[in-house]
């Protein structure tokens, strides 16, 4: 079983729409949450850290449930410069290696 | 620098040819890390640094894969004896230590090298 596992897509989602999807990560001890975002095989850059509380950045909304092990990212009103690979990704203390999901592909389409 | 520096862009082997990739992390920066994204997007870890020091070398391919982070010049990820399944897109990444408090844990990548080995 994969550390952090995702759903690959892609979702074809019209612009304006809505999207949603999870990860779950398998290490319980997992200290720090990430959504990164990833285009055409570029560098990942972040798109949002992850809090127990859940949070949101604009039309982003990230959500943690830690009993049950997974995290969500919810963009609403979706623009087609949205269209990428969202990487989910779990680490551990300062320092310490983030292990990144197989990555959620998404398309926003006209 | 303010960004993290990798080179080269692109690096073309021969199976069985040493290939040896670069990256200069942000100044100030105390972690970095490499890691290698093959196809369908998977990333793996292969080595972190705090400064000089070995910190996780978990990921490491031992028999043919080395890395360094010396003072003052560029970390360095070296393959002895390419073969094809090395073909990547490495990627260094570095990030700054927490504070008591406060772990961002956020990681700064480069674009990244993009190793092909025929």
């Known amino acids: 079983r994969k550390e952090v596992e995702q759903d690959p897509g892609p979702f074809n989602v019209p612009e304006g729409a809505t999207v949603a999807f999870n990860c779950t990560y398998s290490?319980?001890?997992?200290?720090?949450f990430f959504w990164y975002r990833q285009d055409c095989r570029k560098e990942p850059k972040l798109l949002m850290s992850v809090y127990s509380s859940g949070n949101e950045d604009g039309r982003f909304t990230a959500q943690l449930n830690r009993a049950s092990q997974y995290i969500s990212l919810l963009i609403r009103d979706s623009k087609l410069s949205d269209s990428a690979t969202y990487l989910c990704v779990v680490g551990g203390a300062a320092g310490n290696k983030l292990t990144f999901g197989g990555g959620t592909r998404v398309l926003v389409k006209p | 620098g303010e960004e993290v520096a990798q080179t080269p862009k692109h690096l073309v082997r021969g199976e069985g040819q040493k290939a040896k990739l670069y990256c200069a992390p942000i100044k100030g920066h105390s972690y970095v890390f490499w890691y290698q994204q093959v196809l369908k997007n998977e990333f793996k870890f292969l080595i972190s640094f705090q400064n000089e020091n070995v910190f996780d070398e978990t990921g490491m391919p031992k028999e043919r894969f080395s890395a360094k982070c010396l003072p003052n010049s560029p970390c360095s990820l070296e393959i002895q004896a390419t073969k094809l399944e090395d073909s990547a897109v490495y990627f260094c990444?570095?990030?700054?230590?927490?504070?008591?408090?406060?772990?961002?844990?956020?990681?700064?990548f480069g674009e990244g090298s993009r190793l092909t080995v025929l």
């Open positions: 290490n319980s001890a997992s200290q720090s």
């Open positions: 990444a570095s990030s700054q230590p927490g504070t008591a408090s406060v772990n961002t844990g956020e990681l700064f």
